[in-house]
Structures are given as structure tokens and as C-alpha cells.
């Protein structure tokens, strides 16, 4: 999202350059969505993707669709989201000329649609999938009841959701819980929350107490943001938005990091502003 022009801006040598770079410290799998740089990103990525001559198996593309934004781009009146069969499809088939590829590794349902039907959804997807245009679906901000739903339809593989310290609330709504007994990957978007874009009693709170953990685990305090998410049982990828080579790298040493149980309350403690129930 960050690499076209709702970000970085990147030229096509330097988004190649980046691909390159995440490839070299073992980072393979990136996450697009056809709205992001108002439906441009993706075409961007693509270009430098082909330029950069990395064969298609080694890495791992997802995209989104659904969401009809007010851009440019499209003639849309009002931002809105669509899951009728043809339009899935239809978008399917643009990011995958877009990017450059054949086949998308995971497709998500950007955002719920309280229009949505199940079983029109299902045969959109069963019919990407057998004609091989991606291989596992998935959907984005979804509750357990809108999972459970289309669920009843269509095997649902992913849910990438909001998720960080300072946005916690998937593990007390029961999203996560619902995750883990269905065996459902969580992805997080937003990994580190508000801690570094907000000053206030809880970005104060935590920076304290991530600060006293620095040298008993020799990390950064983003890295403890990212082991913390980690932690959880239901097994949360953290979707890392930076650009920033340094953090990239800091990003996956993250992974390492094993957080003792105590240290992870004392890390949520600070974040709530109080001891747990």
C-alpha cells in the first residue's frame, strides 16, 4: 500500500530495487489490494516484478477486491462494496493483468459487505479456482459470525485483520478464538498500532515498560511490538508496512524473540492502563 503514490512514490527501477531486497533477507510473500494508489499500485508492482526477472514460484502474491472506491479511476458516485459473481471475477482477473501473473496465491474479501451473499461469493470462487487464477481464499476485517457465514459455503483460509497492543480487541471479540478452532490464518494489518504515531498516556505507558524489557531481550522496541502479536496461540502473521531496510531486517530477527509469559502481560498491562480481569 505504502510503495505506490498513497506512499513512498517509488519509481519502477526503485520498486524493483525493494523487491529485490525483500527476496534477499527472506521476505517473499506481498500484500496488494486493487484500490491501493487508486487502483495503480498493483500495475506499478507488476511492471517492476517482470523487470526484475525473479521466477513467479518464489514468491507469494496476494490481493483484495471488493471495495468500489471513489478514484479516478472509476466511476463510482459513492465508496461501496461489491460481491456480485461477475464483478469478483472480473476483479480477479484485472489485478492478475496488473501484476503480471497468472495466478494469485491468496485472494481476500476486502471488507464485509452487509449486502454480501454467501453462495453467490462461493461460486465466484470456485470458479477462480478452477480455472487456477488463485489458489486459496480468504477474507480481510471479517467478524466470526460473517466467517462463520460464509464458511458454511466456502472454505475460508485467511482473515486479515487489525491486531497490534494498542488495537487488541480481536482477542477479546472472539475473532481470534474463532480463528484458532477453525483452523483460519490470522493476518495482522497495522502490526505496531498507534504506539509510534501517537503521544499520549498509553503510547507514554508502553513505551515505558518496552524500554525496561530493550536490553533483557537485546531488541528494539518495534521488535517487541511484533513478538508480542507473535506470541498469540493462533499463530498471527504481522503484515509489516515499512520500507525502511533496517526495519525490514529488524522485522524478521522479531520472529526469534520469545517473550516470557510475564513479560507479555506487563507489556498488555501497560497498554490497557490496568491489570487484567
Not at 514468491?59 to 483484495?64: F, M, N, R, T
Not at 471513489?70 to 484485472?94: A, F, G, L, T
Not at 471488507?111 to 454480501?116: E, F, G, I, Q
Not at 454467501?118 to 476485517?141: C, H, M, W, Y
Request: proline share 3%; aromatic share 8%; with cysteine.
Amino acid at each position: 500500500m505504502t510503495w505506490g503514490v498513497w506512499g513512498k512514490q517509488f519509481s519502477t527501477t526503485e520498486m524493483e530495487t525493494m523487491i529485490q531486497h525483500c527476496i534477499s533477507i527472506g521476505i517473499t510473500t506481498f500484500d496488494h489490494a486493487d484500490i491501493y494508489g487508486g487502483y495503480t499500485t498493483e500495475a506499478e508492482f507488476g511492471k517492476a516484478f517482470t523487470n526484475s526477472g525473479i521466477q513467479r514460484e518464489s514468491i507469494q502474491l496476494i490481493s483484495k477486491c471488493g471495495i468500489q472506491y471513489i478514484s479516478e479511476n472509476r466511476n463510482n458516485k459513492v465508496k461501496h462494496y461489491d460481491y456480485s459473481k461477475d464483478y469478483i471475477i472480473w476483479s480477479v482477473e484485472e489485478s492478475l493483468k496488473h501484476l503480471q501473473t497468472e495466478y494469485l496465491d491468496l485472494l481476500l474479501l476486502h471488507r464485509p459487505s452487509p449486502l454480501m451473499q454467501p453462495d453467490e461469493i462461493a461460486e465466484a470462487i470456485t470458479i477462480l479456482k478452477k480455472q487456477g487464477k488463485i489458489r486459496d481464499f480468504g477474507v480481510s476485517n471479517f467478524t466470526p459470525s460473517q466467517m462463520e457465514m460464509l464458511g458454511l459455503c466456502i472454505i475460508v483460509d485467511s482473515n486479515q485483520i487489525e491486531f497490534s497492543l494498542t488495537a487488541h480487541q480481536a482477542m477479546h471479540d472472539g475473532t481470534l478464538n474463532y480463528m484458532l478452532t477453525n483452523g483460519i490464518e490470522p493476518m495482522s494489518w497495522s502490526p505496531l498500532g498507534s504506539v509510534f504515531k501517537e503521544d499520549n498516556e498509553q503510547t507514554r505507558r508502553i513505551h515505558k515498560q518496552l524500554g525496561a524489557l530493550l536490553k533483557k531481550y537485546n531488541a528494539t522496541e518495534d521488535q517487541l511490538l511484533l513478538s508480542w502479536i507473535l506470541k498469540h496461540p493462533a499463530g498471527v502473521i504481522p503484515v509489516v508496512g515499512t520500507t525502511n531496510k533496517i526495519r525490514l531486517q529488524q522485522a524478521i530477527e522479531a520472529s526469534k524473540i520469545e517473550l516470557e509469559l510475564e513479560d507479555w502481560f506487563l507489556i498488555l498491562v501497560a497498554s490497557q492502563g490496568h491489570k487484567v480481569p
